[in-house]
């Protein structure tokens, strides 16, 4: 294997227009995917039977298999194997929108390091659009919570636990930005990187300047001072980023974002 700096990466490319004609398999993933939208389909719920669903969509079965397989690797669905099973609905996953997108910046050549400049960005712009959005309700009952830092570290807390408490900050955050397509994509940096690299440490250590700087943060946007919300929401990806780095030696970012 020849490392990633010996040879270019895949350049990226603009096509003007994505004109392939659908394959049968595609077509039909696509034509599911208007079904479970129509039905209102929601998460856990299952798809109808492989026959009906033969007769419905008028495809064979290859077809029909293979776009349940296309939706799946997409995360949408999950097939549950042996009696019964089948289809079910697994609902959009931001961490899957990260997924999709950790190939082509593997193939491209994105590195962690870049990975970590685009995540405090994002996370700045997060930050920043729920801090213009302070007259909203929401955006001050779901911050409250934060304002509070407890005197000592979360010694007690297991990991899991642990991390679910910090992610859940920064999912109200980006729940706060009134902008799906916006809480998809900015959302999805910090993701790739907390599933690639993160969860190798026991975040607990970084637990009381996590939770101060949340506070900051927190006051920041509640205050509707978009500037500092902004400035102090990329020092906390740095922080964090940084303590990847500093946790142990041999620790770099300069390797290529992997597709997994
Ligand atoms: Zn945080």
């Known amino acids: 294997m020849t490392s990633h700096r010996d040879r270019a990466p895949l ?18 993933a696509r034509a599911i995917v208007h079904t479970i939208v129509e039905d209102g389909l929601q998460v856990g719920e299952k798809l109808p039977s492989e026959a009906k669903m033969l007769d419905y969509y008028r495809v064979s ?12 690797v997409q995360g949408l669905i999950e097939l549950k194997r042996g009696p019964g099973g089948g289809p079910v609905v697994a609902g959009v996953d931001a961490a899957h ?15 962690y390091e870049e990975l970590v400049e685009a995540w405090a960005f994002a996370d700045g712009q997060l930050a920043a659009l729920a801090a213009r959005r302070v ?3 929401a955006v001050r009952t779901s911050l409250d919570l934060y304002l509070e830092v407890r005197p000592s570290a979360p010694e007690g807390v297991e990991i899991e636990e642990y991390v679910d408490l910090h992610s859940h900050f920064h999912h109200t955050l980006g729940g706060l930005c009134g902008n799906k ?11 790739i990187f907390s599933h690639h690299l993160l969860f190798e440490l026991d975040p607990r250590r970084l637990g009381p300047v996590v939770e101060r700087e949340h506070a900051d943060i927190a006051r920041a946007v509640l205050a509707g001072d978009e500037e500092l919300s902004r400035k102090l929401s990329e020092d906390h990806v740095h922080t964090v980023a940084n303590y990847y780095v500093d946790a142990a030696t041999g620790r770099s970012l300069d390797a290529l974002v992997e597709w997994r």
Do not use: C, N, W
């Open 11 to 28: 350049g990226i490319q603009y096509t003007s227009a994505l004109t392939r004609p659908l394959k049968a398999a595609e077509d039909t």
């Open 61 to 72: 079965r290859q077809s029909l298999r293979e776009a349940l397989r296309l939706l799946e």
């Open 135 to 137: 007259a909203d309700e």
């Open 97 to 111: 929108f990260g997924r999709m997108s950790s190939l082509p910046f593997h193939l491209v050549g994105v590195t």
């Open 181 to 191: 397509a916006l809480e998809l994509t900015l959302t999805s940096f910090r993701l």
